[in-house]
């Protein structure tokens, strides 16, 4: 069964990093005492190395070891043997590039829907979904494909943001953007608020925190959803 | 000798479609009669034939007559024998699989580099640049390769916007986006505000409109560059 949240975010505004989170995964992640770290979207290009310190300070709090999977041999053989797994965030399209040259794309999705209880926040959210092509990050590299994990049967966009109405900017809002995707593809898109988390238990998908999330389906108006809605018809 | 002129965006707040450049054109089109305009960016997904109304609409004040590439049989011939080329803005990601799919990435690189006049806005200004690996676009299809035409030795971030001292969002900024790009690519990037332009006279390329650009090097701090700054050394 398939224990999994999918965060919009890591870090909310003058908080620590997971703060806001952190009491829900002490029960996500109690049968698990080391949780295998995948730093590869190096928020701000900061190594491997780095990031994976900057995760283990937090998670020491609620007394769980991370181990950074760019230190062992085998990443594939890191996956299969995981305990629990955590997919920080940074930057999607770098993510999604070393997971397909790593080649544990495949080896990932196997064991997330063996039950290997699954963390991701931002870039690590983005690659739950069907594609990463909902994601905000900019495209500084490019991977092989845009095919990501497909461990719930729509697409996140994560860090969802309302349009400004003082905004004197003529950039694209969100939903402009969101609604640009629909010209070229037919999946749902949920837009997950900072806060705002999915937790997928088997086939039931919960929207958990306390903010409402903005559903976007092929040809219909977006439409908001209240916290403890559940998504499972969602397709 | 390359006549280009690539604008950070099409529109400024509560202005017309192109109305804050249109003085400017007047003089940039003044030997063409007719523009081929390439509507493949297509703007919050609206179709070919809207987008090239839109645009005859703005250029019918200045007496030009607007042909969208897509209404011509062979869109190759139609780079080749035009008389001028405008690019409009929308999605990069789009606008590139189309150069691609269509085969004129190379014939409009080409047809440039001969002296026809560009002008390209927001996406059409991102593929002035080497890659569009720094568009702000969202990556709703997968092109074949993010390598564009390259007629400026480094790239642009249109749009450019000023991280918001005010802002809760844990989003990256621009700037932090920027920075990542750079710990992948070694290219400068030109972050080009809302207004600004660049104008390219043969190697000349010369900073337009009233505002600073912000200038990104890799490993060098980020730099303001004011109007009429030329950036013919910079690559």
Known sequence: ??????????????????????????SFFKDASTILFIPYARPSGISHDDYTNKVQDAFLKINKHIVGIHTLKDPVKAIKNAEAIFVGGGNTF??????YKNKILTPLKETVEKGIPYLGTSAGSNVCGLTMNTTNDMPIVQPPSFKTLGLVPFNINPHYLDPD???????????????EFHA?????????????WLEVNGSTITLKGHLQARVFEHNKAPYEIDPNTQLDNLK
Do not use: C, W
Request: glycine residues 6%; proline residues 3%; aromatic residues 4%.
């Open 184 to 196: 070229f593809n037919t999946q749902p898109v949920i837009g997950l608020r900072e806060g705002s």
């Open 1 to 26: 069964m398939k224990h999994i949240i999918i965060a919009s975010t890591s870090t909310l505004h003058e908080s620590n990093y997971l703060g806001y989170i952190l009491d829900e995964l002490v």
């Open 165 to 179: 109405p003082n905004s004197k900017h003529n950039g694209e809002t969100r939903e402009t953007r969101i609604k």
């Open 94 to 99: 770098v993510l999604v590039n070393q997971l």
